[in-house]
């Protein structure tokens, strides 16, 4: 879709149209056939998203997976090529922090400034909704691995 020139001229006139104040593309490797690991066709793809953004004017917000490692920080845990998270302004990741309770960790990553901490946070569900409820929660009490599940890259 961002590396084919049919496919984004249609999107460019939908999004003329709708002229969005925030676009949100989900999830980033379907979203082109590049090779996710090589910094050179990421940056042609991403060069597609920062077009969307000067032309339409709006911000852009990717959801993107992390890698198999859980060590390191978003950026490092990122899937693909490092131009993938040099794109982003900001990001949020989300990962479980302890999967008996149901407890996610949103964390987040800042380029111009510092981060803030952690927050914790489980869903319910109910009958036509689910809720999210922000939780106390001590990483060091729990000795469930965290696993990881998708990063928001913001732009």
Request: aromatic share 6%.
């Amino acid at each position: 879709m961002l590396d084919n020139p049919a496919q984004m001229a249609e999107l460019m006139v939908a999004l003329r149209t709708i002229r969005p104040g925030f676009a949100i593309f989900d999830v980033f490797n379907v979203l082109h056939a590049a090779d996710e690991n090589d910094n050179q066709e990421m940056r042609t793809v991403l060069r597609q998203l920062s077009a969307i953004q000067a032309e339409i004017g709006c911000g852009i917000g990717v959801v993107h997976h992390y890698n198999k490692s859980d060590q390191g920080s978003m950026t490092q845990r990122l899937r693909g090529s490092s131009a993938i998270a040099g794109w982003a302004e900001w990001l949020i990741g989300i990962s479980m922090a302890d999967e008996e309770t149901n407890t996610r960790r949103m964390e987040f990553e800042l380029k111009a400034a510092h981060p803030p901490e952690p927050i914790y946070y489980r869903t319910e569900s109910m009958s036509e909704a689910t809720r999210l409820e922000r939780v106390r929660f001590d990483p060091r009490q729990h000795s469930s691995r965290e696993g990881s599940a998708a990063a928001r890259l913001m732009q």
